[in-house]
């Protein structure tokens, strides 16, 4: 019996904004398993920014998505024919199955696949503040920014995936937690939620003074440490109240990730504050990810972190929902729901 696969392969590169045009919907079949091989049925897709950068050609951190092949993405499923000891029919695993409702995983190489256990943590939450954006978040605070009692930390994106989790994480520290966020329903529950101290909605501020002003008012001691996620006018205001000694933590860029210029309007800012401006990459860092894994989990698990989910419906609706997040449509992890 042949199993049907349902797939999005990247038909070409966008110039700019992503379209639907970019993305082509095939169906083909599942082949049979050999040695060493799981079949994974996926339960949820993760979308992510980071995948827009992976549509263009260009100079980047990871090679380009190639055309004509299944769109790459994190998912979360369970396994549903096995040809290997280590993974039975039933179990729940995380993997990198990609935009298609099925996936074959070759589990004799190590790393490909991870069983979890959705019984205290829901499986979906593998994809966000337990799976890859909550170990960016706490690879970013505790490692870059390094948070003191006492301190103020701010964030952008702050109600995201990767963005809910910072703010939480530097609460737990004894920070005051200060985010930035498009719209006043994300500010709310960034606030009443997630817990931050204050949320600046920066749609709100028509120019950089009055954004600057507001971030002056939510942060009357200055700020400490900052988790960039976005660049462009909310780094600059940032960067105006930065205190002596400031850390700031590059994760994204994501206003410039359609090919914006995003200039930074001061950059003299991080030599007279003697401000640390660190960049990085979170799969480089894989020997860190049980230490957060284990953090994250336990304080999902117990009620400590929470998160949001904004979840599109089968696997035909992933474009639409992807091109939705790179415009700021997504409350917290943007997800597809495929079973
Ligand atoms: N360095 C790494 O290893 C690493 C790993 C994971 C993620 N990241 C980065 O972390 C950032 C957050 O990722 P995430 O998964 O948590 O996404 P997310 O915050 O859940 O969703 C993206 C959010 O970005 C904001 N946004 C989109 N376009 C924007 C624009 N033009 N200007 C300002 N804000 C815009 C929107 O929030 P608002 O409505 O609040 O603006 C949108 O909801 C991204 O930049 C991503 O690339 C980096």
Request: aromatic content about 6%.
């Amino acid at each position: 019996m042949t199993r049907p696969n349902l797939q999005w392969l990247l038909a070409s590169r966008p110039g700019g904004e992503p379209t639907p045009a970019n993305f082509r919907l095939v169906t083909s079949s599942v082949p049979a398993l050999k040695d060493g091989e799981v079949l994974v049925r996926h339960h949820y897709l993760s979308l992510d920014p980071y995948m827009r950068g992976r549509m263009n050609d260009g100079k980047n951190y990871a090679a380009p998505q190639p055309l004509d092949a299944v769109m790459i993405g994190g998912t979360v499923g369970e396994v549903i024919e096995s040809q290997h000891d280590a993974f039975r029919v039933g179990d729940t695993v995380v993997g990198a199955g990609g935009w298609q409702q099925y996936s074959i995983v070759n589990v004799s190489q190590p790393g490909l696949l991870r069983k979890v256990d959705a019984s205290r943590v829901p499986l979906s939450a593998y994809l966000g503040a337990v799976g890859m954006p909550g170990v960016t978040a706490w690879y970013g605070l505790t490692q870059i920014i390094e948070p003191k009692a006492g301190e103020t930390v701010t964030v952008s994106a702050a109600s995201g995936a990767v963005g809910g989790v910072v703010g939480q994480l530097a609460k737990a520290r004894g920070c005051r937690a200060v985010g930035i966020a498009g719209g006043r329903d994300k500010c709310d529950v960034v606030v009443r939620e997630f817990g931050f101290d204050a949320c600046i909605d920066y749609k709100a501020h028509k120019n950089p003074a009055s954004l600057q002003a507001a971030l002056a008012a939510a942060c009357p001691n200055g700020i400490d440490g900052h988790f960039e996620n976005v660049g462009g006018v909310v780094l600059d205001a940032v960067m105006q109240q930065a205190n002596a000694f400031a850390r700031i933590a590059m994760c994204g860029m994501i206003a410039g990730y359609n090919g914006e210029p995003i200039p930074m309007a001061e950059p003299r800012l991080i030599l007279t504050q003697r401000m640390k401006v660190q960049g990085f990459i979170i799969s480089e860092h894989l020997p860190l990810w049980p230490q957060a894994l284990a953090e994250l989990g336990e304080r999902v698990a117990r009620g400590t972190l929470k998160y949001r989910e904004t979840v599109a419906q089968g696997i035909e609706s992933a474009p639409e929902a992807f091109i939705g997040l790179l415009k700021g449509r997504n409350l917290g992890k943007q997800l597809v729901k495929l079973a």
